[in-house]
Protein backbone atom coordinates (compact mmCIF):
# COMPACT_ATOMS: atom_id res chain seq x y z
CA UNK A 1 0.00 0.00 0.00
CA UNK A 2 1.36 3.46 -0.90
CA UNK A 3 0.43 6.73 0.55
CA UNK A 4 0.66 10.00 -0.32
CA UNK A 5 -0.09 13.12 2.15
CA UNK A 6 -0.02 16.80 0.94
CA UNK A 7 0.00 19.34 3.70
CA UNK A 8 0.86 22.79 3.83
CA UNK A 9 -2.46 24.61 2.16
CA UNK A 10 -4.61 27.59 3.52
CA UNK A 11 -5.73 31.04 2.99
CA UNK A 12 -3.26 33.53 2.04
CA UNK A 13 -3.27 37.27 0.64
CA UNK A 14 -2.34 38.35 -3.00
CA UNK A 15 0.92 38.29 -3.09
CA UNK A 16 1.93 36.41 -0.57
CA UNK A 17 3.99 32.55 -0.12
CA UNK A 18 2.78 29.10 0.73
CA UNK A 19 5.03 26.22 0.56
CA UNK A 20 2.99 22.83 0.30
CA UNK A 21 4.69 19.17 1.07
CA UNK A 22 3.53 15.67 -0.54
CA UNK A 23 5.43 13.03 1.79
CA UNK A 24 5.41 9.18 0.21
CA UNK A 25 5.03 6.61 2.33
CA UNK A 26 4.23 2.97 2.23
CA UNK A 27 6.39 -0.20 -0.30
CA UNK A 28 8.08 1.83 -2.40
CA UNK A 29 10.97 0.11 -4.23
CA UNK A 30 11.34 3.47 -6.72
CA UNK A 31 9.77 7.12 -7.57
CA UNK A 32 10.34 8.57 -10.87
CA UNK A 33 8.15 11.66 -11.64
CA UNK A 34 6.67 13.70 -9.23
CA UNK A 35 4.32 16.34 -9.51
CA UNK A 36 1.49 18.61 -8.47
CA UNK A 37 -1.89 19.20 -10.30
CA UNK A 38 -4.40 21.34 -9.17
CA UNK A 39 -8.20 22.01 -9.80
CA UNK A 40 -10.11 25.13 -9.79
CA UNK A 41 -13.78 24.76 -9.28
CA UNK A 42 -15.65 24.00 -12.83
CA UNK A 43 -12.04 23.65 -14.37
CA UNK A 44 -10.42 20.74 -15.19
CA UNK A 45 -7.39 19.50 -13.10
CA UNK A 46 -4.11 20.51 -14.97
CA UNK A 47 -0.62 19.96 -14.15
CA UNK A 48 1.68 22.67 -12.31
CA UNK A 49 4.71 21.79 -11.87
CA UNK A 50 6.49 18.32 -12.80
CA UNK A 51 10.19 16.71 -11.75
CA UNK A 52 11.82 14.15 -12.44
CA UNK A 53 13.97 11.54 -10.62
CA UNK A 54 17.10 13.28 -11.79
CA UNK A 55 15.75 16.82 -10.99
CA UNK A 56 14.59 18.30 -14.46
CA UNK A 57 11.14 20.17 -14.13
CA UNK A 58 8.78 21.19 -16.15
CA UNK A 59 5.86 23.56 -15.53
CA UNK A 60 2.69 25.31 -16.98
CA UNK A 61 3.09 29.08 -18.10
CA UNK A 62 1.14 30.38 -15.88
CA UNK A 63 3.54 29.69 -12.69
CA UNK A 64 6.94 30.34 -14.67
CA UNK A 65 8.96 32.45 -12.23
CA UNK A 66 6.24 32.12 -9.26
CA UNK A 67 6.61 28.43 -8.10
CA UNK A 68 9.16 25.95 -7.81
CA UNK A 69 8.87 22.44 -7.83
CA UNK A 70 12.20 20.94 -5.38
CA UNK A 71 12.19 16.94 -3.80
CA UNK A 72 14.29 15.33 -1.16
CA UNK A 73 14.43 11.38 -3.14
CA UNK A 74 15.77 10.39 0.65
CA UNK A 75 12.58 11.07 2.35
CA UNK A 76 10.06 10.07 -0.71
CA UNK A 77 8.92 14.02 -0.29
CA UNK A 78 7.88 16.42 -3.08
CA UNK A 79 7.35 20.44 -2.78
CA UNK A 80 5.73 23.20 -4.18
CA UNK A 81 7.12 26.56 -2.99
CA UNK A 82 4.10 29.25 -4.35
CA UNK A 83 5.15 33.16 -4.16
CA UNK A 84 3.37 36.02 -5.04
CA UNK A 85 0.21 33.97 -4.97
CA UNK A 86 -2.92 35.20 -7.21
CA UNK A 87 -6.34 35.17 -6.63
CA UNK A 88 -6.27 32.57 -9.92
CA UNK A 89 -3.86 30.30 -8.02
CA UNK A 90 -6.92 29.47 -5.66
CA UNK A 91 -7.51 25.64 -6.72
CA UNK A 92 -7.18 22.39 -4.61
CA UNK A 93 -3.63 21.34 -4.91
CA UNK A 94 -2.85 17.08 -5.58
CA UNK A 95 0.18 15.78 -5.92
CA UNK A 96 0.96 12.63 -7.73
CA UNK A 97 4.07 10.44 -7.91
CA UNK A 98 4.76 7.83 -10.31
CA UNK A 99 5.85 5.16 -7.65
CA UNK A 100 7.23 1.28 -8.43
CA UNK A 101 6.23 -0.89 -5.50
CA UNK A 102 8.80 -3.54 -6.12
CA UNK A 103 11.25 -4.15 -8.56
CA UNK A 104 9.84 -6.12 -10.97
CA UNK A 105 6.66 -4.52 -10.76
CA UNK A 106 5.60 -1.25 -13.56
CA UNK A 107 5.72 2.06 -12.23
CA UNK A 108 1.90 2.80 -10.77
CA UNK A 109 1.17 6.72 -10.62
CA UNK A 110 -0.54 7.46 -7.03
CA UNK A 111 -2.36 10.66 -5.68
CA UNK A 112 -2.70 12.21 -2.54
CA UNK A 113 -5.89 14.10 -1.29
CA UNK A 114 -5.47 17.38 -2.07
CA UNK A 115 -5.02 20.19 0.02
CA UNK A 116 -6.88 23.52 -0.53
CA UNK A 117 -5.06 26.86 -1.42
CA UNK A 118 -7.03 30.44 -1.52
CA UNK A 119 -5.34 33.28 -2.44
CA UNK A 120 -7.60 35.92 -1.63
CA UNK A 121 -7.98 39.73 -2.84
Known amino acids: QVQLVESGGGLVQVGGSLRLSCAAS????????MSWYRQAPGKQRELVQA???????NYTDSVKGRFTISRDNAKNTVYLQMNSLKPEDTAVYYC???????????????WGQGTQVTVSS
Open 96 to 110: AAEIKQFSYSVYFKY
Open 26 to 33: GRIFSINA
Open 51 to 57: IASGGST
